[in-house]
């Protein structure tokens, strides 16, 4: 079992960066493959960014390809997800999630554990 709880969302302009984290519960946290997903109003949960279990390999969305970068601490059982370059269809809530194993995965439904989401706001 594993908590999750994000922060670090917030108001930017466009252009802007942001540094989210995802604090873990738990003393197993490198053996989790890590997500972090997205929801905007009106709109499906979507795949942003995926770090598996050590040795870490890290995958993202086109759509924030070269943008955003994943990355984990697991002597903090955090992970992290660097937003740069900031956009306004990157306003959502941002939600982190753990799935058990060293897994390449990128649906919602593989990932067991969520947490309850921090609010990105982009102005143009």
């Known amino acids: 079992q594993v908590q999750l709880v994000e922060s670090g969302g917030g108001l930017v302009q466009a252009g802007g960066s942001l540094r989210l984290s995802c604090a873990a519960s738990?003393?197993?946290?490198?053996?989790?493959?890590m997500g972090w997903f997205r929801q905007a109003p009106g709109k499906e949960r979507e795949f942003v960014a995926r770090?598996?279990?050590?040795?870490?390999?890290?995958y993202y969305a086109d759509s924030v390809k070269g943008r955003f970068t994943i990355s984990r601490d697991n002597d903090a059982n955090t992970v992290y997800l660097q937003l740069n370059n900031l956009k306004p269809e990157d306003t959502a809530l941002y939600y982190c999630?753990?799935?058990?194993?060293?897994?390449?995965?990128?649906?919602?439904?593989?990932?067991?554990?969520w947490g309850q989401g921090t609010q990105v706001t982009v102005s143009s």
């Open positions: 999630a753990a799935a058990q194993g060293r897994r390449f995965i990128v649906r919602a439904y593989d990932y067991g554990y």
């Open positions: 738990g003393r197993t946290f490198s053996t989790y493959t």
């Open positions: 770090i598996t279990a050590t040795p870490s390999v890290t």
